[in-house]
């Protein structure tokens, strides 16, 4: 086969991102070794290596003491080299993570906000938020690779958040827009379900499962799904917003625990289910027949999309994760006799870092998605 000049240039493209990639999955690595994991001459691995550490992808690590003659050099993937920004846009709590290439979360700031906070309030709060995170990384918006935030209701592929019911003013706002007015780089914008399976899926019980089924369960309840370890998000970016079908249970399930008559007057809806759960757990009869109704409720929209997608896994987070002791029998209870199989059901070991974990993957993604697009010249990192 005879190379154009164009066809050569794409050839030493193709060769840098599999010499990257053998670096990041097998790392780190003497040139020997990653010449036969790459499947490249040596010659020309050492020449892509060198490309690589300019462009500020690889770095060479220090010689290991106690070595005879010369030592080897060996090479591991710069994961501090570049950041990324992940948020979690909730009714009650703003999140923040900064996270490295290697996904190694490096700071966190969180924003208490009210659930009846407006529109400007709540992104003045997140704009809050977002300084409070780059201030605790040492780094400023520039030095950010890309951004993902989550955010309940359906979103568009532009960012922009179509339906919303969780947050008051929320609905039409060009998310995406006002995040890009900080950031120079990439901005993505997800529904906060979506987000946390993929981080159930990164980092959760998921690991080893390609379909499934993530319930985030709090004072409000919505879905998230993976089909072939990919998201399901329909045409319009409604997918598994079972709560919406008044038939089914989602909707009412809360009520049980924010309307526990056993809670003292004005205890928060936000707070109200963890008490429920405590009096279930301590043998309270009423609190164990509120959360038995919860659990009736919850397994309703869950069996609708078990036969629907018919899912491995089914993993519930959110608020609810930290009372799994309590919930998961009546759920499997209530949920089995729906299933012609049910599923394993499980509860997420995330607790409340689901979303903004999500967040942080998503954006992964995007760099990654870019720094191996063979038909594009090598980005840099961005720091």
């Not at 966190?108 to 009210?114: G, M, V």
Request: aromatic residues 4%; charged residues 20%; hydrophobic residues 45%.
């Amino acid at each position: 086969m005879t190379l154009r000049g164009g066809d050569t240039s794409r050839l030493r493209r193709i060769n840098l991102v599999t010499t990257l990639r053998t670096v990041r999955s097998q790392g780190p690595l003497g040139l020997t070794e990653l010449a036969r994991g790459a499947a490249l001459s040596r010659p020309t691995v050492e020449g892509l290596v060198e490309e690589l550490l300019a462009a500020g992808w690889l770095r060479e690590l220090p010689p290991e003491s106690g070595q005879m003659g010369r030592p080897a050099r060996l090479f591991a993937f710069h994961a501090a080299g570049g950041h990324v920004l992940g948020i979690d846009i909730g009714s009650y709590t703003l999140r923040v993570s900064v996270a490295d290439l290697g996904g190694t979360v490096v700071a966190a700031h969180d924003e208490q906000i009210a659930s009846t906070a407006g529109r400007a309030e709540r992104l003045a709060g997140l704009r809050t938020a977002i300084a409070g995170a780059l201030e605790a990384a040492g780094l400023t918006a520039d030095r950010i690779a890309a951004v993902c935030a989550g955010t309940t209701g359906v979103v568009t592929t532009e960012g922009v958040v179509k339906l919303s019911v969780g947050l008051p003013e929320w609905t039409g706002l060009d998310l995406a827009g006002e995040l890009r007015a900080s950031f120079d780089c990439p901005v993505l914008v997800e529904n906060d379900c979506n987000l946390a399976a993929l981080a159930e899926h990164w980092r959760g019980q998921a690991g080893d499962v390609d379909e499934l089924v993530f319930v985030l369960a709090g004072v409000r309840t919505g879905a998230g799904i993976l089909v072939s370890g990919k998201l399901l998000k329909g045409a319009r970016g409604g997918a598994g917003e079972i709560g919406a079908l008044p038939l089914l249970g989602w909707h009412r399930a809360p009520v049980h625990l924010t309307g526990f008559q056993g809670l003292p007057p004005g205890t928060p809806p936000q707070d109200a289910a963890a008490q429920v759960f405590a009096a279930a757990r301590s043998g309270d009869p009423a609190a164990r027949w509120a959360v038995e109704q919860y659990a009736r409720d919850l397994a309703e929209g869950i069996a609708a999309l078990v036969l629907t997608v018919d899912p491995e896994l089914v993993v519930l987070g959110g608020g609810v994760s930290r009372s799994g002791d309590v919930l998961l029998a009546p759920v499997r209870r209530h949920l089995d006799p729906f299933c012609l199989e049910p599923p394993v059901v499980a509860i997420s070991d995330l607790g409340e870092q689901a979303v903004v974990l999500g967040a942080v993957r998503r954006a992964l993604d995007h760099v990654d998605a870019r720094l191996y697009d063979f038909d594009a010249p090598l980005p840099k990192p961005s720091s």
